[in-house]
C-alpha cells in the first residue's frame, strides 16, 4: 500500500504538466505497478463544479531510450506556522548525481504567500508568491546540476487563524514542495534521501 512515486500531475485549471522529458528520455514503469489517480478540486464558488480528468500514458520503444527521466518530490515534512503570524519552511536536499531539471514549480496551500527555489550558493531558479494556478518554469535545453550540489527551497506563510498550522494533506494543513522533472532518475534525488536510501537534507 506504499505510494512510492510521482508519475505526473498538474494543480492548474488548464491542465498545464510538470510532465515534459526532451525525446529519448521516458519514466519507467515497472510491469505489474499499481497506478492511483488521485483528483481533488477546491470549488471557491456557490455552484456546482463538474471537473473532467483525462490522463495519456504513451510509451517509448527500448532502442530509443537514452535514459530515464524522473520527477523530484522533495516534500518538507516539518512546518509550523504560529497563530496569526508567520513563518517559513526551509529545506536542502542532496544531489548525488549530475542531473539536468527541466522544469520546476512550487506547491503550498492557501497561507502560502513567498517561494523560492535554488541550487544552494546560487541565485534562485525559481519564484513565485502564489498557490494557486502555478506557474511551471520551463529551462530551455535544461539546466545542469552537479553531482554534489544540494537542492535549496523554502516557502514563506502568513497565518490569519486563531490556531497554529502545521503540515498536512488537508486544505487546513500546509505543505512546501519542490517538484519538477529531471533527468537521468535517481530515486535518491528525487525524494531527498541519503547516499543510502534513509531520510535526508538538512532542515533550516
Known amino acids: 500500500w506504499t505510494i512510492n512515486r510521482l508519475l505526473g500531475g498538474s494543480q492548474n485549471g488548464d491542465g498545464a504538466s510538470i510532465v515534459g522529458f526532451p525525446e529519448g528520455v521516458p ?77 520546476a514549480q512550487s506547491h503550498m496551500h492557501k497561507r502560502g504567500v513567498g517561494y523560492a527555489a535554488m541550487v544552494a550558493g546560487e541565485a534562485p531558479f525559481y519564484e513565485n508568491d502564489r498557490w494557486a494556478e502555478v506557474p511551471v518554469a520551463q529551462f530551455d535545453g535544461g539546466m545542469q546540476v552537479p553531482a554534489g550540489s544540494e537542492l535549496e527551497y523554502w516557502c514563506d506563510y502568513d497565518n490569519g487563524e486563531d490556531r497554529v498550522v502545521h503540515q498536512g494533506p488537508r486544505t487546513t494543513d500546509e505543505m512546501c514542495m519542490l517538484i519538477g522533472a529531471y533527468y537521468p532518475a535517481d530515486p535518491r534525488t528525487s525524494n531527498c534521501q541519503t547516499a543510502d536510501g534513509g531520510l535526508g537534507g538538512e532542515w533550516i
Not at 60 to 68: A, K, R, S
Not at 80 to 98: M, Y
Open 27 to 103: 519514466m519507467h514503469v515497472r510491469g505489474g505497478a499499481v497506478l492511483l489517480m488521485n483528483a481533488h478540486y477546491l470549488n471557491a464558488t456557490t455552484g456546482t463544479l463538474n471537473p473532467e480528468v483525462a490522463i495519456n500514458l504513451w510509451t517509448t520503444p527500448g532502442d530509443q531510450v537514452e535514459t530515464e527521466g524522473d520527477i523530484l518530490f522533495l516534500y518538507n515534512p516539518f512546518i509550523s506556522v504560529p497563530a496569526n503570524g508567520t513563518g517559513r519552511a526551509h529545506w536542502k536536499c542532496p544531489v548525488h548525481d549530475d542531473i539536468t531539471i527541466v522544469n
